[in-house]
């Protein structure tokens, strides 16, 4: 049975920093590129950042890019998002999902998903 379990969302002011962990299971999870993606209420699920599963190519919405960082550990079986210059805009529910494919920006491309882990910028 594969699992996605993220951990390390909390509350934070604006300006500092979190760090997300993603612990997989049941998978072989060198086989897989693994995207961070976050969804508030109401909204579509945003895609954010991902990291290829070869050669750990990383990618990042404009959104984000220069303030968080995506890496993995594959000795670990574990994704791992540093946030930093967090904005209230960044409040969300943050998830990491694993695909079989490259990297992809749509989340149906994503097989595993794990149940998320709330991240809240407070002004």
């Known amino acids: 049975q594969v699992q996605l379990v993220e951990s390390g969302g909390g509350l934070v002011q604006a300006g500092g920093s979190l760090r997300l962990t993603c612990t997989a299971s049941?998978?072989?999870?060198?086989?897989?590129?693994m995207g961070w993606f976050r969804q508030a209420p109401g909204k579509e699920r945003e895609w954010i950042s991902c990291i290829s599963r070869s050669r750990g190519n990383t990618y990042y919405d404009d959104s984000v890019k220069g303030r968080f960082t995506i890496s993995r550990d594959n000795a670990k079986n574990t994704l791992y998002l540093q946030m930093n210059s967090l904005k209230p805009e960044d409040t969300d529910i943050y998830y990491c999902a694993a695909t079989y494919d490259y990297c992809s920006t749509k989340s149906h491309s994503y097989v595993y998903w794990g149940q998320g882990t709330q991240v809240t910028v407070s002004s």
């Open positions: 049941g998978l072989t999870f060198d086989d897989y590129s």
